[in-house]
Every structure is written in C-alpha cells, then in structure tokens.
Nanobody, 123 residues
C-alpha cells in the first residue's frame, strides 16, 4: 500500500506563487509515476503534471506549462509542485497520485491518491 499526503495549499493573489508538497509512504519503487491533478467545483478532475521516479521524465498539461514545475526527491519520497504566475482559473483542490505501471494523464488509471489540498487564487 502507498499513502500520500499533500500540503502547501492556501490563498494567494493572482500572479503569486505556491509550492505544494506530497509525502509518500509505503512501498514506493523506482518504476512509480507520481502525478498532480486538480479538480475545480463542478468540473472533472484534470491532469496537471507528472514525474517518473526512474529517469525523472516530466509531463505537463498545456495550461500550466512554463508556470508550474514538478520535482521529486527519491531519498525522501517527496514530490513537489512549484506553481508560479498563478491565475484565478488555477483555483481547485490539488491531488497527489501515484501508480506503479501507468505514466499518463488519465486520472482513473492512477491507483493511489491523497486527500487533496485547496488552492485558491484571488483576482
């Protein structure tokens, strides 16, 4: 089993920055992919970014490319999402996810999820 706990959410003005953290515990292996997703009220959960532990390859949604950066610390089993130039449309609950086999953008393919952290961007 894998447990994920997000932190770092909050209220920020448009143009500001936040850094989300995801602490992973349990049986995390090098083949895992760690992802960040978000869900705004009334909308589907959407892919934000992902990183593969092995090789460190990263992937981003077009809407956040150039503004958000995903990174990981294998030794600490931590994944981070640095969010810069935040916009009101980035407001959502942000979830950390992990999967040992899948490395794509479909949220329903990820096996493990955290409970989420709220990010609110005011205009």
């Amino acid at each position: 089993q894998v447990q994920l706990v997000e932190s770092g959410g909050g209220l920020v003005q448009a143009g500001g920055s936040l850094r989300l953290s995801c602490a992973a515990s349990g049986r995390i292996f090098s083949r895992y992919t760690m992802g960040w997703f978000r869900q705004a009220p009334g909308k589907d959960r959407e892919f934000v970014a992902a990183i593969r532990w092995s090789g460190g390859n990263t992937y981003y949604a077009d809407s956040v490319k150039g503004r958000f950066t995903i990174s990981g610390d294998n030794a600490k089993n931590m994944v981070y999402l640095q969010m810069n130039s935040l916009k009101p449309e980035d407001t959502a609950v942000y979830y950390c996810a992990a999967d040992p086999e899948y490395s794509g953008r479909n949220y329903y393919e990820y096996d493990y999820w955290g409970r989420g952290t709220q990010v609110t961007v005011s205009s």
